[in-house]
Each structure stands twice: as structure tokens, then as C-alpha cells.
């Protein structure tokens, strides 16, 4: 991956925001190429009732290795869990361990189906990493799955192998964290995909799928003094999402609204304070062109709330629009080019207000 | 892996024991799921005469990542070693690399094989983690192998692919830790399963097995200053055990006594003080139920001595009453349900007493 | 690996040199065992046109775990690229993603393949870990590939899977460290295998291997005070290497001139200071003995100049004989034994002068 800096605020005095990005941390005055992801899956039926899955990933750094600087590429874990089905067509799933949390649409679409290069600041706030240790059940209704399996023969990017309904009971901590409170994060989404076919021979194949997301959680951010906050924060959304499959024009958008963990700069301490955020993105499939399945598509994105993961949990405040094109020139190779102007406000609470910057943004992506 | 404490001394004034296991994170106040092991075994003969094993596990956390807060999920090595086999049986075999350390029957059974939730605290005293770097030769005479793999072909929980006599030489301060002194640790141990075939029919197919360990090595444990002690401490042990397998109704006993590393409150300085202890385990074997091979359990447990892996190698006064059972529900899973009484001190110098507590602990195992 | 000190400046008053080595840390006053290398490669080819590697290493230690000691073990990335082959016989090649650099002979021989126990001072000072995150190409005439073939067959250790040409850009700050500048590391190598037969029945078979190498880059060492310098430090090199394969008898020998950081202990900063150094080698081929094929070598170097992977840049200052052999006793194991007599700088800016020492060094390597 690779990002140049057309022009931008990447550099400030302290106290303002610089451009940084919570998703993408070569975004900054360096530049250079960097490792997004290198992941290796192991997965495989034991039986005809259990599936294994695990997935690590060697883009992980450790800080304060020498001279207070990181080192890069240890391997950590990504998913680790178990399926045990309930019946023999494998609608209903139990899954224990480590995995997605079934919250927001974008959330659980993989990065390698994913077409813009990042996940939206909004619906990834929730679940930064998008993992957490619990136990899930998924059901998934035998004609839900036909559909979405002749999407995926259409090469349509699907949010993958999660059910059309999920509960889960989680640690709620965040990915790879450890377990601060004794209460547990409740998360419960339901997807469902409709056929058009019946409003007659203009909408013949598309399909529209609509949902929702709910999360109740008790949160401890990250504090600067060190350790986590000695208190739980409130931290509830509810989420609706509305994907048009593009055949060959799509539509896709997310919206939440909800309360969580924030860092007041008037007060100088973490509230509950009120989270809004989405995205909309049109995608047109210019379907085989002789050089590839080229893809185009463009992205409002909008958040206002806190960021979790962060130290403190500071305020984001972001408006961005993202232009670009996916290009799987060869079998394996995919690569992506984006314009994207960005204002935003750096994921650092003792910075204030919003750094704008127009990047153009490029990535490699090679998977097996 | 869930812990619930029904009743307990989970948090106490400073200076107090707080009810916690060194063998158990998640015995805490803030409790939650836990990732127990994840680990990937990598195996094959190279050569009729050579076989490798490589084991990592992802469920080590790293320390003081963000706000001083440690991030789990990294990979570790937990085995690497080369087996060379002499002779053609495979009866005598040198290992180089890092590997389980020949002490104490319970060290080297698996964790996937034990019954109980955890190993006990005196057995598992001398090496934290099992394992050390360095050379061991391992002999069985083929006919001991052959007790040892009809009584696998049973179902019994062994010890896993270990000779009746091994001798050992290691760098001795412990699973990935730096050598710190110059000296080696030198380990020994038997073990010889007895078939009581010939004490008339009562005893048909009935197997005991009788051994013993011993030790000496130099240790340098860690101190709260930073870095490890200045100078060596002698820890120079020897062991028991005994087992009646389970056929249906099982035995299994090992005690230890020696000396080594164990703060003294009274100087507040480091010294080598005596520590015994050890376990006493009832089994019995319910067999096929029909709705899987139920196994219910009880172990009583003590120990008085250091915990040399801990920071100034605190003394530990564990008594500990676990009733269990085991009970693989279906091919890959294995759930263990268990009811604790324990009373521990806490592995931490600067806090005194005993801590008490009943907890129900629940463990789900899959492998592959 | 087991190193034995016969007789050496292990340890010294505080701003002496002790006898280290920046190549093997287990040469110290406290020696030990060691686990050098544990890795894990998975390699495949995805179409026809494109090829993956991956390779991680177990021999990595996090710092400051528990007591501020570091704990080893940890898995961390060495390769991640993908190959993209441009025609169908494979000789020209784009390589994108974290791969070894194009820079010294040496550097690009794989450790399973090199003799002596370590990478010579002056060649690997350029790239220490030998890989970077980039881009390069690669191009090896056909003819050349076959000369490489025919010597590969032979059981010549070569320099492994590169190209007879290769230029790349790179982020220029090491092995999975965070670039810390916006200039990218330009690195260009050539070497070419000279078939000797023309001069004569002498020369039946004989190879000899011609090249050089460039680089140019700006780098910020890390510094005593935390993080990395605030300027950058030019680094620029050209090298030379010449290798006649041992059919019996063979001779490699590398040089390199340039400049880079260098610590400065008149005025206590970094600087540009030259930098100049290599090694000759004398290898000898007994063939297949009826015990193994055995090559006993020398090897004599020298490095006068920084070594910027350490803090603050220190000028290390090598003279170094070691004898040797290589003996592969088992078809998956190889054991060297070496005498080195070393007189060394301690890669330490605050510790001044050489120290001696005479070792015996062993290591016991496996592959699969």
C-alpha cells in the first residue's frame, strides 16, 4: 500500500490536528510503503457438525522495542473459533471463540471483498478490529442462502459466511484486549435479502437487502495516565443498512446512531456523549472488460463521536469523499487507486479541530 | 474458558491476598471468556531417522502496548526440537532444541490429556511452562511401549510421546526466557508401568505405573527492581508419582520435595527455602454412556514453597479441593465442568495470607 | 547453537568493549543454548504468472515483559512478497512486498546455504535482517540460469532464488521498522557467472562469479534519548564480490566503501563518516567422505565503520579469523564447528577500544 499526499495538513503545531487516519497509519508526513495485512487462515470440517477456523496475521507491531521505537511483523491473532452446526443443512451455527462481531454490514464483509480501501470511521467505531471474544449463534433460512449463493456465482462481494440473523454475547473489551468488567457486550443483527424480480422485467435479477444492528456494552477506554478508566461507560447503538447489488448499478449504505465513551474537551474527562455516523457509496461493475472486472466507485463517509479504541477515547469528526477504482489485472492481483479529500480530526484528544488533505491513494492487494 | 466465582476473596486491601491462580488469568474480579491455548503443531519425519515437531501457540499476550495495557493473541513458540533416532525400534532418541523438560508425570502430559483444568502448583513449580532449551535422550524398551499403546488403543490418558528414562541437560531459567548464568540444568526421570496381570483375575488388564524425577539447577529469579537477581539460587528437587489407570476406577499421585528460590517476608530478601507438595487424584471411568465417555474426577492438591517464575519468586500456600467431570459431547469438543474450593496465596511478595473461594469453572476444548 | 569461550574479555569495566558480536547474542559471560533461527516458509505458485512467499521466524524476543527482561520465542515476519513474471520462461520478474535486498552477495545467500556461522560486519552492515519493504525487479538471462542450474546440481551453495540483474526501491529503515523519512532507498546489483572451460582442461567445470552493488539512501538511526534522530544521515555504498565455487577448491571474497551514520565519540553526535570492510574465504569441498560431504574453510574479515541498526549509530571496529567445517552428518542435519579469534568493538557507542577472545562454536541446523 501506498499513499502520496497531493496536498494537506499532515504536518501541525501541537495542540491542532494533523491528517492521520484511524484505519490507515501511513498516512502521515513519512509516507512509504506499508504492510496492510498478511494474513494466513487455517480452516477445515473435523467433523460434519464442527468447522475450525483460525486466522493470524503478521502485520502487527510491538511498541517500545528499542529507543522507545516499535518493531513490526509479529503474528497475532485474528479469528480463532469453532462451529458447531445444529442441523444437517448448516443453517444454524453455534460459534465459540474468538471472531466478527455481527454489528454493521461493512463490518463483517472481508477486506479482500471490501472495495474502498478502508472501512468507514462510523460503522467501524463500534468494533474496531471488528473481533471480540464470546459465543454466537447464526441462523441462516435455506432459501437466504440460494440467493445470496447466486450472488456470489455473479462475482457479487458479499459480506461473507455469517447468517442471515446473529446474537452474540462478547467480552467487549475490543480485539485482542483484556477483559476489564464483569458485564458482557449483548449484539444481535439481522440481514435479509429481497428478490426484485417480481416488480417486473427492469429489476429482473436485483436483489435489495435490508437490516439492522443493535449493541448494548459497558466500555473502559484506554486512559493516558495509564491502565484503563476505573469506570464503565455506557456504549448502545442501533444501525440500518440498505444494500442494491450492482448489477451493473449499486447502492450501498449504512447509518448509525447511538451513545458511547467520548473525551469532553471542555471538561477534560470521558463522558457518555451522542455518536451519528454512515456512509453512502455508488458502485457501477463495468463487468469483464478484456483487461479485468474493473469497478469504479465513489463514497461519502460522515462521523461524529467518540473512538473507542483510542487513548481517552477521543471525539472524531469526519467528512470525507473517496473516489476510485478496483482492477483485478491478474488472477491473484487486485489493484485499487483512489482520490480521497479528507477532513478530519486526528484520533488524539489534546488536538483540536480538522485537518483537510487531498490524498491519492493506491493498493496492491495479492490473496490465495 | 469461563470462570464463575460463586463466593469469594476476589479483591482485598493492599497488602491482602487476592483470590488468583498462577495457572489461571481469568480467576479475577473482572472475569469473562478467556483463549486458553491456540496452538498449531507442525510435525513430520524427515528421514526414517529424524523427525521434527514444531508447536506455537497464539495465546500469549504482550505487555504495556498502549497506555500500559498488554495486547493478547501473539504467536510464541512453544516447541522446536529435532528427534534423532539410534536405532531402528525408535526405542532410543536424542532431542535438541526447546521441549518439555522429563519432570514430574504431569509436566508431560498434555494439557489436551488431562483430566483436571489445570496442572497442580508443586509439580508445575519447577518449570513454569514445561519446557527449556537443550538436549535430552529418551529410552523405552519395547515392551514397556507396548503396555503404554494398549493402554492408548484403551483410551487412557497417558503421558504423551516420552521414554521410561530420560536424562536431560538445559539452560535452566525457564520457557522463552534468556539464559542467565553460565551453569546448565541437569533433570532426570523414570517412570515403568507395571501390568498386574499375574495378582490374579481381579487385576486382570490393570496397569501401574511407578517412577520418579530429580533435579539441580541455578536460578536467577526476576526481581521488582528490573531484571533478574544478582546471584544463583540452588533448586535441587526430587519427585514421586504413581498411577493405577483408570480401569474403571483410577489412582494417580505425585508429591515432590526440595528446595529453591522463595521470598522471605521476614528479610525481604530472596533465599532458598524448602517447598513440598503435590496432588492426590481419584478418576473414574464411566465408559461409553451413549452420550459420550464420561469421566468424573476429584483432586485434592497442596503446596508450600516459591514460584520461581513469578517476580521475587513469592511463596505459594496452595490447598485446593477441585470435583470435576469430562465429558467429550461430541468428536472434536470436550467440555469440562469442575467445582473448586480453593485457598491460595497470591504469587505477589508484598501480599500476605491466604485467599479463599469456591468457584465453577467451565472449559470447552476442540482439536484437531 | 552452543558457544564456548575459551579465553576472552566476556565481560569488562563500564566503557570498555566486551567481547559481542552484533550477529550472535549468545555470545556473552553467560552462554547457554540458543535457538538462532526457527522458521516457517510457505511458498506456492497461484497462476502460472505469479508466485507467493511467506516466511516467519520464532527466534524473535519482545523486551521488557515482566521485570524489564524480554521473553523470546515470539513469531515475527522475515519475507511477505509476491512475484509477478513478465514472460513465460520466468527470467524477469517484479517483486512487491517485504523481501531481502539486492545488496552484497552475502546478504542475499541464504543462512541454510552459507557456511561460516555469520554474515560478515561489512557486508550485512548495509542491510541488517537483509530485507526491506518495496519493490524490485529481477532479470536473469536464460544461459545464466542454466550455469546456476548445473552448479545447484552439483551441491554448490548458491546465492538462492535472485536474479543475475536486480534494482529496487525501498523504504530504507530496515527490517520491520517504521519508515521514518519520505525518501525511498535506491539499491541496484549485478553478478554473472563466468564459465571457465574455455581456458584450458585446468578449468573443465570451474565457475567463477563476478558482480558489484550500489545504494544510495537517507536513514535515521534510533538514538539513546527515545525514537529516531531528527535529521537524516546519507548512506551509500558500492560493493564488490568475486566467487570461484570450490570444485575442489574455492574462494569467495566481498568488499564494500561508502559512507553512512557513525557515531562520533569526540564530539558525542552522529555523523557521516566512511565506512569500508569485507571478508576473503577459503573454502575446500571433500566431496561425499562415506560420513558426509564435509568443507572445511577460513575465513578472515574486517570492518571499520558505523552499524546503524544499534542505538546511535556505534562504529564497530572487526577483525576476525574463523576456521571451520561444515559437516551434514544426517540427511536433515548439519552440524559447524568453528574456532573464531575475534578482536571486536561492542556495538555500544558509550563502550571504547577492542576486545579479544578465542572461541570454539558449535550449531546443530535442521530443514525440512
Known sequence: RYNGVLDGDVTAPAGQSRLRSVHDSSINADGGFSLRR??????????????????????TAVNSQSSAEPRQGFGQLRDAYVDVFLDRERSFRLRFGQSKVPLGWENLQSSSNRIPLDRSDAINSAVPGERDLGVTAYYTPPHVQRIWDRLAEDGQKLFGNYGAFGV?????????????????????????????????????????????????????????????????????????????YPQPFGIQ????????????????????????????????????????RIRPYG???????????????????????ELGLEWPFMDALELTVAYARM????????RLGQAEGDLIRTQLQWSY
Chains 1, 2, 3 share one sequence.
Open 38 to 59: 498478511v494474513r494466513l487462515v487455517l480452516q477445515g470440517d473435523v467433523t460434519d457438525n464442527i468447522e475450525l477456523y483460525l486466522q493470524h496475521d503478521f502485520g
Open 168 to 244: 452474540g454475547l462478547y467480552n467487549g473489551q475490543g480485539t485482542n484486549r483484556v477483559e476489564r468488567n464483569d458485564s458482557l457486550m449483548k449484539v444481535a443483527m439481522a440481514t435479509w435479502p429481497f428478490a426484485l424480480d417480481g416488480l417486473g422485467p427492469l429489476f429482473r435479477g436485483q436483489v435489495l437487502e435490508l437490516g439492522g444492528s443493535a449493541m448494548l456494552n459497558r466500555f473502559r477506554p484506554e486512559v493516558r495516565t495509564g491502565g484503563v478508566s476505573a469506570v464503565d461507560y455506557r456504549e448502545d447503538r442501533i444501525g440500518l443498512h440498505a444494500i442494491l
Open 253 to 292: 449504505a449504512e447509518w448509525v446512531w447511538g451513545q458511547g465513551p467520548q473525551f469532553d474537551t471542555a471538561t477534560q474527562r470521558i463522558t457518555e456523549a451522542p455518536l451519528e455516523g454512515g456512509y453512502v457509496q455508488l458502485t457501477y461493475d463495468l463487468g469483464e472488460t478484456g483487461i479485468g
Open 299 to 321: 463514497r461519502w463517509q460522515r462521523y461524529r463521536g467518540g473512538w473507542k479504541a483510542a487513548t481517552n477515547a477521543p471525539r472524531l469528526e469526519t467528512d470525507e469523499i
Open 343 to 350: 477532513k478530519r480530526r486526528e484520533a488524539d484528544e489534546r
